[in-house]
């Protein structure tokens, strides 16, 4: 069967998933998309990521691929002939690649508490996260996309959590809009592309999941 | 024209030594330039302004920061002399994810290992060595992470075994006790140039530690 030589191991409203499905659509590679009940993990994703036990897992011909940025790199350099979306030039992947690490040690866990935290730790959190993105809207500085005139690695790292956005900003009652207006521009540019439209959950869906989750978590 | 190498460097950081081995591996001379991180130098500022951290590699002027990005990257434009990624995209992606790994086990713990006491230290050095067990299945066999050759996942790791001594010490245990197939593992390392230059007497560090502990007011 042809799509079962790529099977993704995933769960609907994770950014880190959905920057792997975003990769593989922009490269055009059909693949089996399974869904995880993290509260009751396959056997299939115990045995393909017995280390982490975490999605998403890319399995290429039966060999899995674990931690979202480095699918996105393998995807890109596996298939290397289409939609390239690292940079050729050393320098300017090393770029990328620093970009990307930010947006890992920032956003995910800046956001994070936004959605979990009150008072002042969610001021604090806030703070630090518009700053954050402000650096990104920087970087990002006149070009269509972080990747210049192509949608590139950084885009595909930072956009999943554009999903993510309107529970933050109901949860921490602010407007990302009216702090970092280019980076949604940036952000609905991205999102007419059809790789970023089929890959990204609805954003209220998100919110009631995330409603769900703090729910389960026990957080008001 | 020459290619001028410099690395904003730090003497007992085990994220500068990674770029120290590479460079050493690929036989690029360099210029090393200590810092001062608690009063930051306007280069280093300018360097990394977002992080401000070191090691920073600046090649022809141009930075680049965060040790593994720096490594791979020197790997790349240095492609024509001893290779630390494999060719295979496969290959490629197992050794960045140990390399990540690497960080995530053993590096952070590390961190927090000679700072902690009590049952906090005890859970610390549990993670500690699970990791460490976990990367001895990996090696497995082998000479090297890499292979017969030292690769990207033997230079993410060795580095820390320069604080073995110190955490040993903290943390009142034996590392060659619990994972013999790792200190086996970094004596080969050790007996490669590249490694021993760029590596630090763990005395040195051990002292280095003891300061730091009486500076921040712990036992």
């Given amino acids: 069967m042809a799509n079962a030589e790529v099977v993704l191991l995933d769960f609907w409203p994770s950014p880190f998933g959905m920057r792997v499905r975003i990769a593989l659509a922009e490269k055009g590679i059909k693949y089996e998309y399974k869904e995880e009940d993290l509260q009751n993990k396959s056997a299939l994703l115990l045995q393909m990521n017995p280390v982490h036990k975490k999605i998403p897992v890319l399995i290429h011909n039966g060999k899995p691929v674990a931690e979202s940025?480095?699918?996105?790199?393998?995807?890109?350099?596996?298939?290397?002939?289409?939609?390239?979306?690292?940079?050729?030039?050393?320098?300017?992947?090393?770029?990328?690649?620093?970009?990307?690490?930010?947006?890992?040690?920032?956003?995910?866990?800046?956001?994070?508490?936004?959605?979990?935290?009150?008072?002042?730790?969610?001021?604090?959190?806030?703070?630090?996260?518009?700053?954050?993105?402000?650096?990104?809207e920087g970087k990002l500085g006149e070009k269509p996309y972080f990747g210049g005139e192509s949608f590139g690695y950084v885009d595909v790292v930072l956009v999943p959590f554009y999903s993510w956005f309107y529970a933050y900003e109901v949860f921490g009652n602010f407007s990302i809009e009216a702090e970092c207006p280019k980076l949604i521009q940036w952000a609905k540019r991205c999102s007419e592309k059809e790789s970023v439209l089929k890959s990204l959950p609805d954003h209220k869906k998100v919110h009631g999941f995330v409603l769900e989750l703090k729910k389960r978590l026990g957080i008001e | 024209m020459e290619d001028k190498v410099i690395l904003l460097d730090f003497w007992s950081s085990s994220y500068a030594m990674r770029v120290r081995i590479a460079l050493e591996e690929k036989g690029i001379q360099y210029e090393a330039r200590e810092q001062n991180l608690v009063d930051k130098s306007p280069l280093l500022v300018d360097m990394n302004p977002i992080h401000k951290m070191i090691p920073v590699l600046i090649h022809n002027g141009k930075p680049t920061c965060e040790s593994l990005v720096i490594v791979e990257y020197i790997d790349q434009v240095w492609n024509d002399r001893s290779p630390l990624l494999p060719s295979d995209p496969y290959q490629r992606s197992q050794a960045r994810f140990w390399a990540d790994y690497i960080d995530k086990k053993i590096y952070t713990n590390g961190k927090k290992l000679w700072r902690e006491k009590g049952e906090k230290q005890e859970e610390v050095k549990r993670e500690f060595i699970a990791g460490l067990r976990a990367l001895e299945g990996e090696l497995g066999e082998k000479v090297y992470f890499g292979g017969e050759r030292i690769g990207f996942v033997d230079v993410a790791l060795v580095p820390i075994s320069s604080w073995f001594y110190s955490f040993e010490k903290c943390g009142n245990f034996s590392i060659e006790k619990e994972c013999p197939k790792i200190v086996a593992w970094v004596k080969r390392c050790m007996q490669k140039k590249s490694v021993s230059k760029s590596l630090p007497d763990p005395q040195k560090i051990y002292g280095y530690v003891l300061q730091l502990k009486q500076k921040l007011g712990i036992d």
Avoid: H
């Fill in chain 1, 69 to 136: 940025l480095i699918a996105v790199q393998y995807i890109d350099e596996a298939w290397k002939d289409k939609a390239p979306l690292l940079p050729s030039d050393p320098y300017l992947r090393a770029q990328a690649k620093f970009w990307a690490d930010f947006v890992d040690k920032k956003i995910y866990a800046l956001g994070r508490k936004i959605w979990a935290t009150k008072g002042e730790e969610q001021e604090a959190a806030k703070k630090e996260f518009i700053e954050s993105l402000k650096l990104m």
